[in-house]
């Protein structure tokens, strides 16, 4: 009997400290930045460790940055998606960079896009192009880096 109660005591120590670390707080929006012609960027972070324990050590997460017209039209996007060990040194390390992007308007190209990793940070540059009758009229740039801390948190 004794030996039964230790086995479901053990086993519910074990489920307890199994259970997914992410739960309501897995998207967090971070910020807005307006540009003087009155369009803007808004920025997202996603944390996909969904189903990371208590005693894992990677986080995998996104970071996006949406391009918006000054009326509020979606017209472009770029997300880096970056993997990191953590809570094993001084600091955070990211072990794999991904860039993807979208575009929602069909006078927008994504003309160059690119992802890097540097320490503890998953960095993806795109570049937006507008179009008008196949002549390119107007670019931008943004880099959108993704930060994870020494305790697994990222920003």
């Known amino acids: 009997m004794r030996k ?10 074990f489920f307890i400290f199994t259970t997914t670390v992410c739960a309501s707080d897995c998207v967090a929006y971070n910020s807005m930045e307006y540009l003087e012609d009155g369009s803007y960027f808004t920025t997202t972070v996603t944390n ?15 970071k996006t940055i949406t391009y918006y017209s000054r ?7 770029v997300t880096v998606t970056g993997t990191f ?6 600091r955070a390390t990211c072990i794999k960079s991904t860039v993807s992007t979208n575009v929602y308007s069909s006078s927008w190209r994504i003309t ?3 992802a890097s990793k540097n320490g503890n940070n998953a960095s993806a540059t795109s570049t937006g192009t507008l179009y008008r009758n196949s002549t390119p009229i107007d670019s931008i740039t943004k880099t959108v880096t993704l930060t ?3 305790n697994g948190n990222l920003s």
Request: glycine fraction near 10%.
């Open 112 to 114: 160059n896009s690119s």
């Open 71 to 77: 009326s509020g039209n979606k017209l472009w996007s």
């Open 148 to 150: 994870c801390s020494v």
């Open 48 to 62: 996909n460790s969904e189903k990371a324990t208590l005693f894992s050590n990677v986080r995998s997460g996104n």
């Open 4 to 13: 039964l109660l230790y086995l479901c005591l053990s086993l519910s120590i």
């Open 85 to 90: 060990t953590y809570g094993t040194g001084s």
